[in-house]
């Protein structure tokens, strides 16, 4: 439970070398995603995904979002809020709130979708803007490093 979890945490807490050693372990985790990613390979040659896998993981995203107690919690939490008293049975007012957050769901998440896949084709025609990101997610990595070393 949550005294197991603290306990680790707090005696890296009160010990400064413990803490230190995670900060310098986190540090030589990071170094080491940025050397893979500064030696990825630019000519990446991805593979098509076997037919039916899209509706597969679509599949998968609706199970994991459906048996998430934290989605269900949410909508109890946000939704009764916005329940008007004079506006019918509260029910009904949460369903529709619901039916209404999942259309606007969808279309955002559809658009960020869409958008990245159209992304992910136009990177795949240019090697040399897959090597600039690759060098660049590397920079990203090794200046995180770099602060947790000496800001943290």
């Known amino acids: 439970g949550v005294q197991t979890c603290a306990l680790p945490i707090s005696l890296i807490a009160a010990s400064p070398s413990a803490f230190t050693a995670l900060k310098l372990a986190g540090a030589i985790y ?6 893979g990613a500064w030696r990825a390979p ?3 040659h ?10 597969r993981l679509y599949r998968r995203g609706i199970v994991m979002n459906v048996t998430n107690p934290k989605v269900s919690i949410f ?6 809020q916005f329940v008007s008293i004079d506006a019918g049975p509260p029910a009904l007012q949460v369903a529709w709130f619901g039916l209404l957050f ?18 992910g ?3 795949q025609r240019s090697a ?5 990101l690759n060098r660049a997610a590397a920079l990203v990595f090794a ?10």
Do not use: N
């Not at 909508?75 to 009764?80: D, M, Q, R, T, V």
């Not at 040399?128 to 600039?132: A, E, H, I, S």
């Open 30 to 35: 990071l170094l080491w995603l940025a050397w």
């Open 42 to 44: 630019a000519d990446w």
């Open 46 to 55: 991805g593979e098509a995904p076997p037919a039916g896998e899209g509706w």
């Open 75 to 80: 909508f109890l939490a946000f939704l009764p």
């Open 102 to 119: 999942m259309v606007a769901t969808f279309l955002v998440f559809g658009g960020i979708a869409l958008g990245a896949g159209a992304l």
């Open 121 to 123: 084709q136009w990177l």
């Open 128 to 132: 040399r803007l897959r090597q600039g």
């Open 143 to 152: 200046g995180l490093a770099a602060r947790l070393v000496w800001v943290g």
